[in-house]
Structure formats: structure tokens, C-alpha cells
């Protein structure tokens, strides 16, 4: 099939290296079932970002929102703020998946140690700043891998180009 416009090249989209983020999570607050699964709250306390030429920390106050959907599989949905060492404040929105086996999940819901290379963790953050030389973060899309330690959550991130 030959597709309108063909006549131009589509380039694959490649990835370049955004910052390195080590965001420290306390206590899980469990909600417990529900009728889409098991909710957790995980509250977000701190933390620090890392990228080419700048740094930043994690604000304490936010949260990751999961829904265990089975035992095999956690959806994640964070919500923090990070402060540059600029003074610029920039909102974070990260949904992700998190999936492994049944007993090496239980292990991270229980706040124990899992090997990252035996559990898949990939993300989608989405950034929103009001400095104007931040702007082009919302005009970018970003991907993510992801490890979970007992009281950090380790993501390296990358642009989308």
C-alpha cells in the first residue's frame, strides 16, 4: 500500500538522554481492594534529579497513586513537583507500568528487595513548567525505565526526538 505523501521520509523516532531522577517514597498507605483492584498511595518525600548541565530535587508532597491490577501487574500514576537548582518549579505526571512475576511483585508490594533486571518498569512523564525557557518540556514527549527500591524509585528518562 502506498501511503499520501509517501514521497518523504518519516524518520524513527530516537531517544537522547534527559536526567536521571532518584525519588525517595515513604510508607505505602493502603486503601486496599476495590472494584479495579488493590489501591496504594505511596507518598513521595524527596528526592534528586540529575541531567545534562542541571540538577534539581524532588519537592516532598506528592504521591504514587497504584492500582494493582493483578498479581502481576501495577499501574502507576506519580504527581510531584521538582524545583531546579534555577528556583524553577516544574510539575511532574509519570504513568507507568510495572510487571513481573506473581511472587516477585509481592515482594516490592511488601517493600523487600527485587532484582530490577527481573521486573519490567517502563514510564511516561510528562513535565509542566511555567518558566518560559522550560516551556518546550510540554512540547516533548518523554520515556522512561524504572527500578523500585524499598524506599526509592530509580528512573532514567529520555526525550523523545
Known sequence: MTLPGSDFQMAAPQLRRFAD?????GAAQEVGATARGFRRVIPI???QV???GWSARVLPGGADFQLLVSDELAELDARYVIETDAGDLIYVTNHALRTGPAALMERL???EPVDPADIYFRCT?????????LAWLSQRLFL???????????MRIFEVL
Do not use: H, N, T
Open 21 to 25: 531522577f532518584a525519588v525517595q517514597v
Open 45 to 47: 518525600v524527596g528526592g
Open 50 to 52: 540529575c541531567g545534562d
Open 109 to 111: 508490594r511488601r517493600g
Open 125 to 133: 512523564p510528562r513535565f509542566e513548567a511555567s518558566a518560559p525557557s
Open 144 to 154: 522512561g525505565s524504572g527500578a523500585r527500591y524499598p524506599d526509592l524509585v530509580a
